[in-house]
């Protein structure tokens, strides 16, 4: 039996009792009217208990016959049932006369008294727990699912990340790139600096005829050439090396060919399936930055100018 049912169970233990020993305290208003109540329903149930009675008795009486027995099982189905839901009534009018008659000093339902309300508290504390263990169960779950959705489109931890980088900041790494004063290097990878190149390509056709001159074998030639131009862009790989992200710019550190490109220009970063296009002020066309992990690149650029714009 749980506590709450134990305390229940001993409320309508002092609610009985109260009700035998009415004559010997005051109930509330609200205690008086519960006590009619209760009074209304004891009668209907001490109506049907003499019912049952008398129908026990008219068959130890000899009753015969078929139907007779039937009706007779009939109605004492009925009576059952109707007292069965009487008592239901009941309980729950017990254990509400006596929890609102404190005033009862009765030495009989002292100790039940003291007893429910020990187990009313002690059932409230659980409940209080059992309630907190579930939010905070739902809160976990839904911390995992999140957490796993964001690793199943991201590939890694990003709420981890997140929460990391907004407790503690950023790790210094180690990185070929020359800091400045106050620059500290937060994410390091190995990258290629690639831009889009663009190649103008005339196409068209020539029109008109051409005649031998004497017996010289030299072919004159009377025509014009029509035609027009198609320009064709492609990206381009320039060099290979370490894309490097600080506090205070992006860097390219290549083998022949380096980048570097203040925060406070950065104009619009697009993220690609294997790259990271990096759009900046009096720049047309991006530099496109090839690696392994663009959306975490993305993700760690994304912080730092949040972090630049406090």
């Not at 026990?56 to 139907?67: F, K, P, R, T, V």
């Not at 663009?198 to 035609?227: D, E, K, L, M």
């Amino acid at each position: 039996m749980s506590l709450r049912a134990l305390a229940e169970e001993l409320w309508v233990q002092v609610g009985k009792t109260l009700i035998t020993k009415a004559d010997q305290w005051s109930p509330s208003p609200r205690g008086a009217e519960l006590l009619q109540q209760a009074g209304a329903l004891r009668k209907k149930v001490a109506a049907d208990d003499s019912e049952l009675e008398s129908i026990q008795a008219a068959e130890h009486g000899g009753i015969s016959g078929l139907a007779g027995k039937l009706g007779t099982w009939n109605e004492r189905r009925k009576l059952s049932n109707e007292r069965t839901h009487l008592e239901a009534q009941l309980q729950p009018l017990w254990s509400q006369i006596a929890r609102q008659s404190p005033q009862a000093n009765l030495p009989e339902i002292d100790s039940i008294r003291d007893q429910a309300i020990a187990a009313d508290a002690q059932a409230q504390d659980l409940e209080l727990h059992a309630a907190s263990a579930s939010v905070a169960a739902a809160t976990a779950n839904e911390e995992v699912k999140r957490r796993t959705d964001a690793v199943h489109e991201l590939g890694f931890d990003a709420p981890y990340l997140a929460a990391y980088l907004k407790t503690f900041g950023p790790q210094d790494v180690q990185s070929p790139l020359i800091l400045k004063r106050g620059e500290h290097a937060c994410w390091i990878a190995p990258a290629t600096l690639a831009r889009r190149q663009t190649r103008t390509q005339w196409v068209g056709g020539s029109q008109g005829f051409s005649f031998p001159i004497g017996h010289t074998g030299i072919r004159y030639r009377i025509g014009s050439y029509h035609g027009h131009p198609i320009e064709q862009q492609s990206l381009t790989n320039l060099d290979t090396g370490k894309l490097v992200a600080t506090n205070q710019r992006i860097a390219f550190i290549g083998q022949a060919k380096s980048t570097s490109i203040p925060i406070a220009k950065l104009l619009h970063i697009e993220c690609y399936s294997d790259a990271v296009a990096v759009f900046i002020e009096g720049r047309e066309n991006p530099d496109f930055y090839l690696t392994a992990q663009p959306k975490y690149a993305v993700f760690m650029i994304n912080w730092l100018l949040s972090q630049a714009a406090k």
